[in-house]
């Protein structure tokens, strides 16, 4: 009798189940699959791609791959026993191991880096002996009563005060990519009128008496334009002689414009195309490490201010769950970013999967010439 009471309460400590999320956790399981099966490939495929592609092996590229390592340690491993546990409503591997993936639970969520790993250890270390099964979420995670003041502090800290810094460095960016296109576009357009406006012979020096080469470019372009508006009115009077004359049989040249010289040189032109193209791909990086930020706010907050206003644990359990749930996506979803708004690492996935696809392709060929 004292053994089956002793396993009655283990079960109840350890266990999530409650009628209104007995619907709901099949919903999370086929939602933690999904991140399980996406955020492994994806990451997997990420530091593959910096591994074998040049291109990629940059110092900003670097951050990324980090990222997606502590991603692939969640997905490969934490996320499955998430999903074991939505799906019996219960813990099913002791207090050790419970206290081991809260602990590992933290490090991946809160670890953007790997160089960063030993500060977010000592911080959430502390945290061992409350470390416990939540049924709230249906996982192991801290106790949110006893933990209460420290918990409150380092997660206000960690995330709140972090984020808080990402965004204003985003703005700062922001402010600078801005600065820069406005003078780029300024100066484009000083460029463009300078080669437009034409000079005087009296400024053919300049105060140094050196030769500025201005007006031999000017004058040309305005011969060259007499001489073009002086064909074509030879042509326009032809024209109209052959019009009243009636129907003739036409056999002449085709009228062809002739196309003045260009008075630009080449090296000016490819300079400007070349800063347009840079400052373009530093928007566009620029926009895709903003857009994984925002990301990463839309997965922790609803999670965080729930922890941080729930005191008490009076709000439902389906709405825990659904918060906890929804950072599961943080792990996942960054390798489909990357595919979408950087394009050299769209044609390294590419190219892996080309790869990998090979052997099944050619599989296929030969099955079907037999």
């Excluded at 040309?220 to 508006?229: K, P």
């Amino acid at each position: 009798m004292l053994m089956n009471i002793t396993n009655h309460t283990e079960d109840d400590v350890f266990s999530c189940y409650s009628p209104s999320v007995v619907g709901y956790r099949y919903f999370a399981v086929v939602w933690g699959c999904a991140v399980t099966i996406t955020g492994t490939v994806g990451n997997l495929m990420t530091i593959l791609a910096f591994a074998l592609d040049a291109r990629l092996r940059t110092r900003f590229n670097v951050l990324i791959v980090n990222l997606a390592a502590a991603d692939l340690l969640y997905c490969t491993i934490l996320q499955p026993i998430s999903v074991d546990s939505y799906l019996h409503l219960r813990w099913r591997s002791g207090q050790l191991w419970c206290s081991i993936f809260g602990l590992l639970l933290f490090l991946s969520n809160s670890v953007s880096i790997i160089t960063l790993c030993l500060v977010a250890v000592g911080s959430f270390a502390p945290l061992w002996s409350v470390y416990v099964f939540v049924p709230q979420v249906c996982t192991c995670s801290f106790d949110r009563i006893r933990g209460r003041p420290y918990t409150t502090i380092l997660l206000f800290f960690y995330f709140f005060i972090g984020l808080g810094c990402v965004g204003v460095f985003y703005l700062l960016i922001y402010r600078r990519v801005r600065i820069a296109s406005q003078a780029l576009l300024r100066y484009r357009l000083s460029r463009r009128s300078s080669r437009k406006k034409p000079a005087s012979p009296a400024q053919g020096t300049d105060d140094s008496g050196v030769d500025s080469g201005m007006v031999n470019t000017c004058s040309c372009e305005m011969s060259s334009q007499a001489d073009l508006t002086q064909h074509t009115e030879v042509i326009t009077s032809e024209r109209s002689s052959q019009s009243t004359q009636g129907p003739v049989s036409i056999k002449s040249t085709p009228d062809v414009a002739p196309t003045p010289p260009s008075s630009t040189p080449a090296g000016p032109s490819s300079h400007s195309a070349a800063s347009s193209g840079d400052d373009g791909e530093f928007k566009r990086v620029t926009r895709m490490c903003f857009t994984v930020f925002l990301c990463f706010v839309f997965c922790f907050v609803p999670f965080l201010l729930l922890n941080i206003a729930d005191k008490k644990n009076r709000a439902p359990q389906v709405l825990h769950m659904f918060s906890a749930n929804l950072t599961w996506l943080n792990s996942c979803i960054n390798p489909i970013l990357y595919a979408v708004m950087n394009r050299q690492f769209r044609q390294a996935y590419h190219v892996l999967l080309t790869r990998a696809a090979a052997p099944f392709t050619s599989l296929w060929t030969r099955l079907g010439n037999n």
